[in-house]
């Protein structure tokens, strides 16, 4: 056997992999994302191009105002250019309002569309992909990674416009004022240049392992701070253990924000330093014997602004460089999510099957499944008929593969051969949003939202008047209870509904199906945790619910399943009897087994 890698190493592996995806992120595809916004950003380019082009007549008239406007005493030329000097920085500063207020609007429109991209993408995932990812890594990854991504996308664009184009005008009007010393200021690019790559790489890697570690820190709130993980925390003990895990990882965040903050800040002092030695240099230059009495004092003071002025334009083309770079392993792992294949997807030419005309025949041909990355099959080989409007119970120990077909039927997993179908169209041939008015689902596990009971039970019909709320959950005899809580139905019955007990919140959940209306009705075990007073007030509801209804009934208990039309009995995902309860109680099978 293989020996199991150490935690360290599957650090440095994972660090590895995700270096190895953030150099594949392309960079076309991150602009692919401003390409709706292309007439927008052309705005903001102009609006830049001509606040930067603007701006170096500020050193022309300045050295006007030094070799002119002064010595000749001109009061009129002298209030004409500081006039002009004037205009010059209230019409750069309000493009430069201008240019923010758009650039950011497009900024946030990007993050908009990739934080719902991600999520609607995640939304048609499998219920595989979610047994398989902690739950605080997804929100991490839309959370956390994208909002650390927002810098970048509202002004990585923008800000390389504005700097290069300041760069360039800059430039250009130093080489105008004296090209000599230009070559003596820009012997700064070259060092910056090495200094930007080497941060740029530092910081990716610091960024990928500092959004692991955000991960793992939602996971702690999730898994901690949730009722079900506070209430397994307080009867086990676990809290000291979980504050230690939180203490830890938030330790190792602070450690690792410093060292991507401090991985900036020694270039930024080597460059400080530079930049403050090129102006004595430049008075140096001036004063040597080849270029004393070439230049004026005006020529001199203006190329020392505009020399001046260069740093922070060029440092902030640099850093774009280096947020870019560090931004692409955050751009790599919402790339991941967008790029995973869709399991269970509507079909490319759906089969039009109105819902409310469905009679609801369901049948299962030779329908075998294995789960992703197991040798053996869930199910295997499994044919039933269901006509409609009757009822079908699956029985068999834990483990048979009854919830396996359960989900199946509902779709939340597709067979690995055969076919399911209702009314003779196959289930993947038909929208999801199809299948989910055709056949609702019950199980064990009920889950509410964080709102009121009016608002959960109209989450499965947004359109469902007040009266055919209350008309629901008095067919799921709720309603008497509902009524009188002190807010009625507007009562909020917190986190995952702990309010209400197992019993309420099954009720809940068949007034909930109630609403729908669905042709075809599973039953996955939906009254084994109940105590026997509660199972029989819950299967009051149930019988007003299957009314009518094809129904699959899942069920550890027999006596549930007693007056089914048929029953099959499973074992390791095969149907081993089938049959009405005294024809299999009389062949005095496996059936019978389980009901002795």
């Known amino acids: 056997m293989a020996p199991t890698p150490s935690g360290r190493d599957r650090g440095r592996s994972v660090s590895a992999a995700e270096k190895a995806q953030a150099r594949q992120v392309s960079l076309r595809r991150i602009g692919r994302l401003f390409t709706a916004h292309r007439g927008a950003l052309v705005t903001v380019t102009a609006i830049i191009v001509a606040s930067s082009v603007l701006a170096m007549a500020s050193p022309f008239l300045l050295r006007a105002v030094i070799d002119r406007a002064l010595p000749e005493r001109d009061l009129t030329l002298l209030a004409w250019l500081v006039g002009g000097m004037i205009a ?32 609607a993408h995640l ?18 990854r839309i959370t956390n990674d994208i909002g650390g991504m927002q ?42 240049i090495w200094l930007t790559r080497r941060v740029a790489h530092l910081r990716r890697e610091i960024t990928a392992r500092r959004q692991r570690e955000l991960a793992d820190l939602n996971v702690t709130v999730e898994e901690g701070l949730s009722i079900s993980g506070v209430q397994l925390a307080k ?41 403050a030695a090129i102006p004595a240099v430049i008075y140096l230059s001036a004063g040597l014997p080849g270029t004393a009495g070439t230049l004026s004092i005006g020529t001199l003071v203006a190329f020392t602004a505009l020399q001046g002025g260069l740093f922070r334009p060029l440092m902030g083309l640099l850093n774009v460089g280096v947020s870019l770079t560090a931004s692409l392993a955050l751009f790599a792992r919402i790339f991941e999510y967008l790029d995973l294949p869709v399991e269970v997807d509507d079909p490319a030419e759906p089969v039009e099957l109105d819902p409310r005309r469905v009679r609801g025949h369901l049948r299962l041909d030779d329908v075998t499944f294995s789960y ?5 099959a869930a199910v295997a080989g499994i044919t039933l008929d269901v006509p409609a409007g009757t009822g079908l119970a699956l029985v068999g120990e834990t483990g048979s593969g009854k919830s396996t077909l359960a989900a199946l039927v509902s779709r939340l997993h597709d067979p690995t051969s055969g ?41 499965a019909r947004p359109d469902a008047t007040d009266a055919e709320i209350e008309a629901a959950a008095r067919a799921a005899r709720i309603h008497d209870l509902i009524a009188g809580l002190p807010d009625g139905y507007d009562t909020v019955v917190g986190s995952r509904g702990h309010r209400f007990s197992g019993g309420e919140k099954q009720r809940l959940a068949i007034a909930r199906t109630l609403l729908r209306d669905p042709r075809i009705l599973v039953l996955d075990e939906a ?23 094809t129904t699959i009934t899942i069920a550890h208990r027999l006596s549930t ?21 005294d024809t299999l109680l009389r062949r005095n099978g496996r059936y019978a087994v389980l009901a002795s």
């Open 88 to 119: 010059v920085a209230a019409v750069t500063a309000v493009l430069g309002v201008v240019q923010t207020w758009i650039s950011t609007r497009v900024g946030q429109q990007v993050m908009h569309r990739l934080r719902t991209d991600v999520f």
């Open 123 to 140: 939304q048609r995932q499998s219920l595989a992909f979610f047994t398989r990812t902690r739950t605080g890594e997804v929100q991490s």
């Open 151 to 192: 810098s970048v996308v509202t002004s990585t664009a923008t800000s390389i416009a504005a700097n290069l184009t300041t760069v360039v005008a800059t430039v250009v009007a130093m080489v105008a004022l004296s090209w000599r010393l230009s070559l003596v200021s820009l012997v700064v690019l070259p060092p910056a």
């Open 235 to 275: 009867t086990l003990g676990t809290g000291p253990a979980l504050i230690a895990r939180f203490t830890a990882s938030s330790a190792r965040l602070v450690d690792l924000e410093l060292r991507s903050e401090l991985a900036g800040r020694w270039r930024m002092a080597s460059m400080s330093v530079i930049f």
């Open 372 to 376: 992703p990355g197991s040798d053996t």
């Open 419 to 459: 076919r399911i179908t209702v009314d003779g169209v196959d289930l993947r041939h038909l929208r999801l949003a199809d299948l989910a008015a055709i056949v609702g689902v019950v199980s064990q596990e009920t889950y509410l939202l964080h709102t009121t009971v009016r608002e959960n039970l109209r989450y």
């Open 527 to 549: 009254t084994s945790a109940l105590d026997t007073e509660t199972e029989r007030a819950v299967q009051q509801a149930l019988d007003e619910l299957t009314h009518g209804r």
């Open 561 to 581: 399943v007693r007056g089914a039309d048929q029953i099959a009995v499973l074992d390791h995902g095969r149907i081993v009897e089938a049959g009405t309860h």
